[in-house]
């Protein structure tokens, strides 16, 4: 068996909009890839490590335990050994307590995706390939997190580009979310269910395509 880590936030996790609850597993996003994997004939396990408000490299003020990088080797070892990690992370990034860009989010990624391939791995054990991907570009925040995210659509600008220029440096694989998504309609910036389902359905097609499990 094959096993996929996604690492990633509430996004992820499949925090449905404008609740503090969660899509069921064949709902949301990983669980899609999981099933939709396996129904083509592939043996694979997606493990979610999708923590709410996490950020790539940086702390939330508020809330500890919300920094990518702190604890990411060790994830790494523990879930060993992996064929794919799939880092999607940036969102929280953009959040009213930091002031930062897509270049911000860019250098947490490098340091995530340096952070992994510095791993000690068991002796036989290899390097998992990486996929980065950027999540959509968040539209004006509504509800309880519009104050959180205040500005964040602006901030975000650029994410994918960079990301992008980053894993043609690094040689990890990329996919843009906002190819096959928007964010929520509702919140516009998490997955709504008929978005877990569209790029649920297209990370597959391309994790296939491009034989990383």
């Not at 992370?89 to 947490?108: E, R, S, V």
Request: with cysteine.
């Amino acid at each position: 068996m094959k096993q996929i880590l996604v690492y990633s936030d509430s996004l992820s996790w499949g925090i449905i909009p404008m609740t503090r609850n969660r899509f069921a597993f064949n709902q949301r996003w990983p669980g899609i890839l999981e099933l939709s994997l396996n129904a083509q004939g592939k043996s694979v396990r997606v493990i979610e490590d999708c923590l709410n408000g996490r950020r790539t490299m940086y702390e939330d003020p508020i809330k500890p335990g919300r920094n990518g990088l702190v604890g990411l080797p060790q994830r790494i070892e523990i879930n060993s050994p992996l064929s794919l990690v799939v880092l999607m992370l940036g969102t929280n990034d953009f959040q009213a307590n930091h002031d930062h860009t897509a270049m911000n989010a860019q250098h947490g990624m490098r340091a995530l995706i340096n952070a992994i391939r510095n791993t000690n791995l068991e002796p036989g054990m290899l390097m998992p390939e990486i996929l980065v991907v950027a999540p959509p570009p968040i539209y004006l925040p509504q509800g309880d997190i519009a104050a959180k995210f205040k500005g964040a659509e602006n901030k975000c600008v650029g994410l994918a580009r960079n990301y992008q220029a980053l894993c043609h440096e690094l040689k990890c694989h990329f996919f843009d979310a906002a190819s096959v998504t928007t964010s929520s309609k509702i919140d516009g910036v998490h997955f709504d269910i008929d978005q877990h389902l569209a790029f649920g359905k297209a990370i597959t097609t391309f994790i296939h395509n491009k034989n990383l499990v």
